[in-house]
Structures are given as C-alpha cells and as structure tokens.
C-alpha cells in the first residue's frame, strides 16, 4: 500500500471513530434532555412501577392481580425479594430465596393477628429451617407490614433484606399503606357494582306489578275477538320480559335497549290504541354505543305513564337519537301533564319516593358509570309535557355489553 493511500485509510477510520464518537455523545445528550437528572429518572421509574401496579391490584388482593403486582411493588423499594399475602394465603411472591415462601404465612401470622408492623430476624428467616440452597441467601431478615382495609386487617406486605433497617421499615410500611389504598379502591368498584345490580332489580321490580298486570289484561281483551292478534302480543310480551329480566351484562347496545322499547310500546298500544303516538328518528351511526341496561325504558315508561295516562285525548312520545363527535345524544320528549321542577329535583336528589323510582335510577346509574356531568338533563312544567334527555360517551373502555337476544 502506497503511503498516500496508507494516510487516506488512517482519515477514514479517525472519521469513522468520531462519527460514532459524536453519535455516542448526542445518544447520552438526548437521553439526558428526555429523562432529565437522576432524581427525575428515578422519580420516572418509582411513579412508573406505582402505575403498573394499580393496574393489576384493580380488582383487589388476589393471586392473579398480586402475581402481576409484586415485581413492580419489590422494584419500588429494592429490596431482594418480596411477598404479598391475604388473610388466610401468600398470593405472590418476587426475588431471590423463593424456598423462603413457604415460610411467609408463619412470618405474616402476628401481624395478622395484631395489625402492627414487625421485623423477623435471623431466628425466623433461617435458610436451613425452609431448604434455602442458595449459597449467598441475603434473606436473613424480613419486614412485616399490615395492608388495611378500613379497621380490618386484609394482608401483609413482606419484605425480606439482608439487614432490615429503619428506612425498610418505612418504606415497607408506606407500600403497604399503598397496597392498602388499591384495595379500598377495588372494594368501591365492588360495592359500585351491586349498588348497580341493586337499582337494575329496582327498576325489574318497578316493571312488574305495573306494566305486567295491564299487558296481561290487555291480551286478554283479545283472545276471544282477535286470537292471532293475542298470539302477537304474547310473543313481544315474552321478548320484552326476557330482556327485562335477563342476567347477563350491566351494560346492552342503544339498538337492543330500543328493539325493547318498541316492544314495550306496541304491548301498550295494545291498551291505549290510536290515542297513544310515537314517532322515533334515530340516527344509525349510533345504534351500537353500549349503554347502561334499562336506561330508556323507564324513561319510556315515565312518559306513557306519568304523560299519557294522567291526560285526556291523544298522547304523543317522541325518541330521537343524534350522532355527536364524542357522544350519542338521547331524547324522550311526551306532551303530557308535564311535573313541577321542584318535585323533579326532589327526585333525583333522593328525597322524594312514589312513581318515580325509575327515573331517579336512571339518574343514578348514568352519573355512577359516566360521572357527574353525564346525569339525566330534565325539561317540565305542569301541563307542559316532559323532556328528558341523556348524553352517552360513544367510547367506553371496559364496558362489556350483554349479547343480544335471539
């Protein structure tokens, strides 16, 4: 090789070299203006592993939740290994040492028992006592720490160390304060739930006795007069009760809640004949948005009901459904009797009882699934009918929707 080309080949791999040099150093430059200085990073990384643990412990102390749990809560305090319990069971368990689980229930029972947090030193974790293998084991102490539920003891946090010092009992004691707060919150999801279910049995038992008695009555009228037209009407009867009562679902799609109350309808025109009108404009685009089961037919009701009924002549019930960017937007209008205001307010603040069950229910549901702001939009005045309307967010994660009815 030539000396020129000796000296160009020397240039290329200094070139080289800086190049990667300088995209080494831009590497680090970047990765320091996106996470910042340390403090920041490892505030990223606590706040991070926090996150993926509430997702998993949603619903609660169990084996599936703490399994997925128990890796981000060890790295939040970094401590070798550690376990998770429930009041009678080790749910989980991450680190070093795992022959050191079959002993975390003994170490857990007096914190069970008394609710305060302790340490277990090297007389309790003793690697011959559970078969530990491990020639370097650094489980020779374990912090025990209760999660409460309220006044209850409902598990223990278990972190095992080498030494367990001041600052592992803090820190032990704080997740589980952490852990804890993620039960209390799975235990108000619960409770949320059967509050749910309660007013939806509520709202089966409004229809019952009501609705029930006068569709029998008026199939009845046509048995001997109009057999097939009986025959109709007991068939919409049963579709209309089995999706009623159905158990499946707290939530069903805006088409199926409306294929019932077109039920509903023609079983009480059924009874009322021409005097009871209803016209519909429902936009398709929203006729999949899942929506709280039994959402519009008490409202449906409450108009044929409360409008219809409590006047002479000709009633008429309106349902329209418009399509928004982010919400199905729902309306009942009847030019009925109409209510004063200040009973509709009493009813849906609770204070009030009688006939208007469901529409307190509906209420209720609607600002329990959605919040606040998504709760029934009520318009009336006495002798001026009734508007009701509901806006349902077109997009809702988690909600799972009943199948529908054959």
Known sequence: MTSDALSLAVLVLVLLAGAAAGTAAWRLWRSRRDF?????????????????????????????GATKAVRHLRSMIGSPALALTDESRLLAWDGAGAAHASAV???????????????????EVDCQAV???????RLHSAVVAPVRAGSRVVGTVVAFAQDAGAGLV????????????????????????????????????????????????????????????ARELVVEFADFTRYSFRRHGDFTTLAEE???????????RARFGERLQVSLRIAPEVLGT????????????????????????????????????HEALVRVEDDGAGMDPERVR????GRAGGDHVGLRNVDARLRQVYGDDHGLVVETAPGEGTLITLRIPKSQPGHEVGPPLD
Not at 301 to 310: I, M, P, Q, S
């Open 36 to 64: 910042g200085s340390e403090a920041e990073r490892a505030s990223y990384t606590i706040l991070h592993a926090a996150s993926q643990a509430g997702r998993s412990l949603r619903a609660g102390l169990d084996p599936e």
């Open 105 to 123: 229930m003994a170490l857990a029972a007096k914190t069970l028992a008394q609710g305060r947090t302790r340490v277990a030193g090297p007389d």
């Open 131 to 137: 078969g530990c293998r491990e020639p370097e084991c």
């Open 170 to 229: 803090r820190a032990t004691g704080e997740l589980a304060d952490w852990v804890a707060t993620q039960a209390e919150l799975a235990e108000l999801d619960r409770s949320r739930t059967l509050l749910m279910e309660a007013e939806v049995r509520a709202l089966r038992a409004q229809i019952s006795p009501h609705f029930i008695y006068n569709s029998l009555n008026a199939i009845a009228s046509y048995i001997l007069t109009d057999p097939q037209r």
């Open 258 to 268: 409306l294929r019932s109350i077109d039920r509903y309808l023609l079983l009480e």
């Open 290 to 325: 899942a929506i709280p089961f039994l959402s519009l037919q008490p409202l449906v009701e409450n108009a044929v009901r409360h409008g219809l009924e409590a006047r002479e002549g000709v009633g008429h019930i309106q349902i329209t459904a418009e399509d928004t960017p």
């Open 346 to 349: 009493e009813v849906l603040a």
